[in-house]
T-cell receptor, first 111, second 110 residues
Framework: DSGVTQTPKHLITATGQRVTLRCSPR?????VYWYQQSLDQGLQFLIH???????AKGNILERFSAQQFPDLHSELNLSSLELGDSALYFC??????????FGAGSRLTVL | AQRVTQPEKLLSVFKGAPVELKCNYSYSGSPELFWYVQYSRQRLQLLLR??SRESIKGFTADLNKGETSFHLKKPFAQEEDSAMYYCALSGGSSASKIIFGSGTRLSIRP
């Protein structure tokens, strides 16, 4: 499958914990975008990486961080988790210009 | 600041009726506008983009810079159009942010 792959699909954890969400972009795509979708909310832009470099930040909390590795996969790290961090986290990749291919999402539940 | 507003959370129309999903934006430069769609149990996917000026699955959208709108229209709704629709904005070809509206759920009644 040459599409966008996100792992894990589902994750349940407790408040105060730290998790890492992983994204493998579509083959050949250099850009990776991360979005958060909370209940009844739209897609909130978190961060964009292009070929390993951070290009733009949205309303990403300081407790969250991300990086893109030389093989172009990306990880989103969420720490000191709170109940309000429960959401669907989407990764999307782009080969340009600005057209996104989305992954299936990682559903995070914080108890 | 970039902003995309979709005023309707839910739009319900009868099969065969016209559909218009509203999208308004705020951006100081020349934006690129998109509509993305998510069908049940499928991934979010691109429906159309304004620079392509094409009709996809009978849907069209015209960028109105004067009214800062990019409404999605279809003259005759079909049941398979039921889905979640998101309007998105990018600040041009070198933009780094692509932001989305809150989405409109379109429900087509038989």
């Amino acid at each position: 499958d040459s599409g966008v792959t996100q792992t894990p699909k589902h994750l349940i954890t407790a408040t105060g914990q730290r998790v890492t969400l992983r994204c493998s972009p579509r083959s050949g795509d250099l850009s990776v975008y991360w979005y958060q979708q909370s209940l009844d909310q739209g897609l909130q832009f978190l961060i964009h990486y292009y070929n390993g470099e951070e290009r733009a930040k949205g309303n990403i909390l300081e407790r969250f961080s991300a990086q893109q590795f030389p093989d172009l996969h990306s990880e989103l790290n969420l720490s000191s988790l709170e109940l309000g961090d429960s959401a669907l986290y989407f990764c999307a990749s782009s080969g340009g210009p600005n057209v996104l291919t989305f992954g299936a999402g990682s559903r995070l539940t914080v108890l | 600041a970039q902003r995309v507003t979709q005023p309707e959370k839910l739009l319900s129309v009868f099969k065969g009726a016209p559909v218009e999903l509203k999208c308004n934006y705020s951006y100081s430069g020349s934006p690129e506008l998109f509509w993305y769609v998510q069908y049940s149990r499928q991934r979010l996917q691109l429906l159309l983009r304004h620079i392509s000026r094409e009709s996809i699955k009978g849907f069209t959208a015209d960028l109105n810079k004067g009214e800062t709108s990019f409404h999605l229209k279809k003259p005759f709704a079909q049941e398979e159009d039921s889905a979640m629709y998101y309007c998105a904005l990018s600040g041009g070809s070198s933009a780094s942010k692509i932001i989305f509206g809150s989405g409109t759920r379109l429900s087509i009644r038989p």
